[in-house]
């Protein structure tokens, strides 16, 4: 199982996930994408998915139009582990 | 432009609606879908944002795991509309 990292080992992944920031009042990690579009948002939601689903790590998100917020954690270690600064990466190349 | 519906035609429009309530708060619409897994959660997000694309209304929705969480309402009606009624039935339909 993915272990919970440490403050300091978070901020320091944080600080390499461009526009990732912590989760206030929560263990968790977030960033908002803006697209043009609810086609590209909704690409950006199915191409992320698939990615998820093979990773079996998913992630909390919410869609209006062309903004998706996305929180990661990882339920059953009580924080950020590195299964969600490997997701975050991921969904940011796909959103690049 | 579609037009407001009426609290009362609101309420008859979300008797033959299962599962839909009011949003406490906000002139909307809305329902917690929960399915078996993410595969299931997300494969109703894919038809029901087909749907939403071709109407061109669509959701605020959350995801989390295998539950969807949709709210409907028309922003520039102010309030829900016909097109919120027909994309509650649609999604109604892709989850049955």
Redesign the interface.
Known sequence: MAERLSAEARNQALSGLSGWTETPGREAIGKTFTFRD??EA?GF??RA?LV??KMDH????????KTVDVVLSTHDAGGVTALDIELAKAMNAIAR
């Not at 998913?58 to 139009?65: D, G, I, M, Q, R």
């Open positions: 609810f086609n909704f939601m199915t998915a998820a689903e998913h992630p909390e998100w919410k869609n209006v139009y």
